[in-house]
């Protein structure tokens, strides 16, 4: 399974573009397919959900192919001709628009579906499935919709109980009400007001309310039950609308498309930043001190997720918000707790969720079942991953309360879904911590963790790599005391796995038995001593015997494996100084600076030999000498990770140096890499 280890974050300020929302760019998407005439679709979002979109109308016959970047006014820095309303812009200031913005041009097909049978895979696109249902339920054709394992246990049985009620042939192919399924022709009637449910996915009306145009004739859909996520309705009542169909609407139970509408194309459409992704930074900027902006996006935007800045603001969160950007900073005291109804921003919650673990007391979020059915149960996820970080959570059908703890290093599980990779990036802040499967960003923000690792500090590393007995271990020590840091002898773990697999009769290159032990070691680091299952063994580890059973176990792949993450735990506020023989280069690759340490194997011999005559150990030079000759050429020509100097790592041969000289340079070198 691929993985990304994230450092412990300190501070966090800066800007970020966002990527078009999702909501939008499928909704738009779909309507310029149904549209007459040609759209042209700016800023689209470029992720895996749009492109199950795009593929699924080139299968149907849609004209589809990219766009040119548009041209921009010199004076406003908007594009010429452009009349689109702002609720569906991005803004102006630059015609390629935000990061992974796309321009698209659409070749309506005026309601009539070009290809008569088709089978479209959707992968796990929400929006993309349930509003093709709609639309294709409508067309008059044959058409087969599949997705992955997970979208076949996302519920669509309210949606297809909705469109037969208009005369529509639905069969599922697998379990009854839930995907598979394949669409047939039938003769359309409305004999009175369709009914669909509101209360499990505001996309079954989303689908029902964009596919009606299709019939020509006037068409009621009413809301059986309480409409969840609102603000998402609103987004396709404004959408439609840019299209020319005004929906007439009373209140959220009652919704009316007048006869005789139809899509017209509205020329040139933009997608506004997505307020989902949004909701990501302003919580770094609320934890992390700020001020941190977003760019695409501000108050005057259609999409519901931007209340999440009130949610903040709740917890205490200084927010600004101009037309086209919003913007969070940390108060002074510290975020505090919330007891929030949720309803109106379902995906921007989860975020609340996570920012939970730095408030002061409990927070509870309500009104959340529809985390149910999406790409994962997030309520179940939400609780599971937040239980590994140490918080105390209390889960319900339709709720979630989180009162932080004392946060620990932890592995994060994603379930393949965009926003629990994303949301979790946030815990950070106060532990390092692994995200499993960190691609599955791709469904809406294919490139989230650079642009997150663009405006978060991360506790800074020195990284003291060299061969055995070359000072490492006493210079890192005395740079870290006094540079105020953790020290992290990194040799010290797998001398600890050494020690482990011997006292449990444990083979050293017997690497699946070896590396369950350093997956599961017990160990505890107080003070000048190393506890291993509670019993004190710094002196043990440090034998000669364990020091070479050490450098056989590390030579080991799964061993390395097994504790890298352990390893990278370390880098925790406010920063780390560490020794080893492959810290900088597979450990803490991204270390502020690099230093190979060396030293003449004849002068290293030497300070070995008297290391040990001091602590009443017998030793023998020219035995030692060979030891570490051999020990050298083992760490160096290892296939895993091998003993040797990075590029981008400062030579250090203290040969003929002091401990207190070979210090002082290293501090120069943290001092000039901080500048």
Known sequence: MEFLDLPQFLSAAGSVRLPGSKSISNRVLLLAALAEGETEVRDLLASDDTERMLEALKALGIGVRPALSPGLSPASGREEGNTSPPLLRRGGGGGGGGVNGEHWRIGGCAGRIPARRAELFLGNAGTAFRPLTAALALAGGDYVLKGVARMHERPIGDLVDGL?????????????????????????????????????????????????????????????????????????????????V?????????????????????????????????????????????????????????????????????????????????AARAPTGGLTAVDLDCNHIPDAAMTLATTALFAKGTTTLRNIASWRVKETDRIAAMAAELRKLGATVEAGDDFIRITPNALRPAAIDTYDDHRMAMCFSLAAFGTPLRINDPGCVAKTFPDYFARFAAVAKAAPVIAIDGPSASGKGTVAARVAAALGYAYLDSGALYRLTALAARQAGVAWDDEPAVAAIAASLDVRFSGNDVFLRGAPVGDAIRAEDISAGASRVAALPAVRAALLFRLRAFNTAPGLVGDGRDLGSVVFPQAALKVFLTATAEARAERRYKQLIEKGFSANLPGLLLDLQTRDARDSGRSVAPLRQEADAKLLDTTALTIAEAVDQVLQWSREAAQ
């Open 164 to 244: 037969r009620q208009l005369g529509t042939e639905i069969e599922y192919l697998g379990n009854e009400g839930y995907p598979p399924l394949r669409l047939k022709s039938g003769r359309i009637r409305l004999d009175g007001p369709l009914r669909v449910r509101g209360d499990v996915s505001s996309q079954f009306l989303t689908g029902l309310l964009m596919a009606l145009p299709l019939t020509g004739a006037a068409a009621t859909v009413e809301v059986v039950g309480e409409l969840i996520s609102k603000p998402y309705i609103e987004i396709t009542l404004a959408i439609m609308a840019r299209f020319g």
């Open 246 to 326: 005004a929906v007439e609407r009373e209140g959220w139970r009652r919704f009316t498309v007048p006869a005789g509408s139809r899509y017209r194309s509205p020329g040139v459409v933009h997608v506004e930043g997505d307020a989902s992704s949004a909701s990501y930074f302003l919580a770094l900027g609320a934890i992390g001190g700020g001020p941190v902006r977003v760019e695409g996006v501000g108050g005057d935007s259609i999409q519901g997720d931007v209340k999440f800045a009130e949610a903040l603001a709740q917890m205490g969160a200084v927010i600004e918000t101009g037309p086209n950007w919003m």
